[in-house]
């Protein structure tokens, strides 16, 4: 995995929805909600989770703390929203490959190129970070992130089954095996590619990735 305004992530985009009448206050609530999602997401992205306050994000946003218990009552409900937007947007992103893709081999390169383009918008995939922490954080982020994951490399064995058979790809093992060294390559190359030769160390290690696979 995105990727999320410009996201992990994944450049998804948003459909604002745009009121010509006075704005309703379930309508104001939502879109607040919405903003300090934006604004949590990109420090876990940037920073961590573990290295970002509530105060960080009031200061962005010029408003209170208070206001912003009365959206997300704890940093942990915060975090289990993070994961779960970031996961819809993920598998809307995922559908759309499936969709315009014409084989097997196509799609995983799309797939490979959602974290490239994280990573290009100088960012981190919001999963990967915050696995980094994960002894640190709520067994509901814990659960939350597990799920993230079971969504990527399912479809990724049913894209590399599909390649076997279309013969687009090729490589040992069990799909499911497959799937999981695939995602843990390109979270693993995107951590070492932040501190140390940015994209062009990322692009190289892509590179080798896919070619494990016939590409």
Not at 78 to 103: H, M, P, Q
Not at 192 to 210: D, K, N, V
Request: glycine share 6%; aromatic share 8%.
């Amino acid at each position: 995995m995105l990727m999320m305004n410009t996201d992990h992530a994944i450049r998804v985009k948003r459909k604002v929805e745009i009121s010509e009448g006075p704005m309703d206050q379930k309508t104001a609530t939502t879109n607040t909600s919405q903003q300090i999602l934006d604004i949590a997401q990109r420090l876990v992205q940037t920073r961590g989770f573990n290295a970002f306050s509530y105060a960080d994000i009031a200061s962005a946003m010029g408003i209170s703390k208070a206001s912003l218990h009365y959206h997300f009552v704890s940093k942990s409900e915060l975090g289990v929203k993070l994961i779960e937007r970031y996961k819809t947007e993920f598998a809307a992103t995922l559908d759309e490959i499936d969709a315009e893709s014409a084989n097997a081999a196509e799609k995983l390169k799309r797939y490979v190129n959602i974290y490239t383009e994280v990573l290009a918008d100088d960012r981190m995939c919001l999963c990967g970070m915050l696995t980094a922490e994960f002894v640190t954080l709520s067994k509901s982020m814990q659960l939350a992130l597990d799920a993230y994951f079971d969504l990527n490399e399912r479809w990724l064995a049913r894209v590399l089954e599909s390649g076997l058979a279309d013969r687009s790809l090729r490589f040992e093992g069990s799909a499911n095996d497959a799937s999981q060294y695939i995602v843990g390559s390109l979270e693993g190359s995107m951590m070492m590619a932040r501190p140390h030769g940015g994209l062009a160390r990322f692009h190289a290690a892509t590179r080798h990735l896919l070619a494990d696979f016939g590409i």
